[in-house]
C-alpha cells in the first residue's frame, strides 16, 4: 500500500516507517505539522531545518502543514485528503499505548476514508528499545519535561534507566521526552547535530539546534 508517514522526526515515528517499510508499505511521503509562523514543528519544537535534513538524508519529500493546535484536526484531515487523491491509501502512526491517541488516529483517518497502520501498537517498550538499537538507529533527546540536562544525551541503555528512574515511561509515551533521530537503516546519509541554547516553554525545555549531512 501506497502510504505517507506522520513524521515527528523522533524515535517513535523512524521505527514505525522502518516496520512499515519491512511490511512491504510503499511510503510516499514524510508529513509533518508546524507552527504557523512555519519555523518548527507544531508538537515539539524541532527546526524544519531539522526535519527537511532527514527528508534529504531518507530520499523522500517531506510535506509540512501550518496549523494551530485549534485547527488541527481540519488542517490534518485536508491535508491527508490531499494526499488521498494522489492515491495514496494509508497512513503510518508511531503511536504506542495511548488509547485516545489510537481512537483519534482511526476517527480522523476513517472520515477522509484511508487506512490507519500503528506499527507499534502495545508492543512491549523493552522489545522497542532493543529493536531500535539493533537496527542501528540513533537519537538524541531535544525536547523533556524532566530534567533541562538530559537535553542533548544520546537515546542508550544508561539514559533510558535514568528516565525510569524519574518516572518516565522508558519510550516516553506521556511526553516526558522526545529526541531526534540522527542515523539508522532508513538514513542514506547521518546527520551531524550543532546544539545550541535551551529554552523553556509551559513546563518543556527544548534544544536549539542545527543539522547538516554528514558521510558514511
Known sequence: MRVFVSWSGGKDSALATHRALAQGHQVVCLLSFVSEDGLRSRSHRVPI????????????????????????????????????????????????????????????????????????????SAALVEEFFELGFKALVVATRLDPDLLGRGLDWAFLAE?????????????????????????????????????????????DFLVRLGER
Open 49 to 124: 531545518s531539522a526535519l527537511q535534513a532527514q527528508a534529504e538524508a531518507m530520499g523522500l519529500p517531506l510535506l509540512c502543514f501550518r496549523t494551530s493546535w485549534e485547527e488541527y484536526e481540519e488542517n490534518f484531515k485536508r491535508a491527508v485528503d490531499e494526499l488521498k487523491r494522489e492515491g495514496i491509501a494509508g497512513g503510518v502512526f508511531g503511536d504506542l499505548e495511548l488509547e485516545e491517541h489510537r481512537q483519534w488516529v482511526e476517527r480522523v483517518c476513517g472520515e477522509v476514508g484511508i487506512e490507519p497502520l500503528l506499527p507499534l501498537w502495545r508492543v512491549e
Open 163 to 207: 528516565v525510569e528512574k524519574l518516572g518516565s515511561h522508558p519510550m516516553g509515551e506521556n511526553g516526558e521526552y522526545h529526541t531526534f533521530v540522527t542515523d539508522g537503516p532508513l538514513f542514506r546519509r547521518p546527520l551531524v547535530i550543532l546544539p545550541g541554547e535551551r529554552r523553556e516553554g509551559q513546563g518543556v525545555w527544548f534544544l
